[in-house]
């Protein structure tokens, strides 16, 4: 179980599965990933988006790309089929900027605090994913943040195609309908097939 508004790591070694359970439906999850081997070669979201013939949509059979090209994950399993993977995360400044908030909880800084676990620090960042977020794209290119359309007990399975270190932050977001304006807790299992 991982907390509302809480972060989780861990390396998931080749070949094992990462299930990311959405409990109680409409809670977006940021994502980040990394070859445990090389933390420089990170998830690269323009490289996935080019590749995959899904384009900016994240669905079963998207392979999850670094910069040098390694695939990382692959999706073989999702009961959502909304996720986002131009929207980035959430952070103290752009929760001023956009909502004239005070400091709350962001993914943002979910993620220097669980990155610095690994020797990582805020430079290692990147465009995330955001599993189980729903960004409509107009024709025009506007994008809006949410609602999310996911319903309680939905899942996405992700399997390591190298030995991976998978970095979320289960999204702390309350001045956008990303989480319904209520974060809640999420699962995270971790399995090898066939053990």
Known sequence: MVA???????TIE?????RIVDLEGRQAVDFLCYNAHDPADRYAAAD?????PSGIFLTVGTVLYSVEITPLFTIVADSCGFHDTI???????????????????NCRDNFIAELGKHGMGKED???????FMYVPVSEKGEMDMGPSLSKPGDYVDLRAETDALAV???CPQINNPVNDYNPTPIRVVVWTPGA
Request: glycine residues 6%; hydrophobic residues 40%; proline residues 9%.
């Open 14 to 18: 080749r070949g094992q599965m990462l």
């Open 168 to 170: 979320l932050s289960n």
């Open 48 to 52: 996935t988006m080019k590749i995959n």
């Open 125 to 131: 960042i990147v465009a995330n994913i955001n599993f």
């Open 87 to 105: 929207g980035g995360c959430c952070s103290a400044p752009i929760n001023a900027f956009r909502y004239d908030a005070p400091y709350q909880p």
């Open 4 to 10: 509302a508004r809480a972060p989780w790591s861990r």
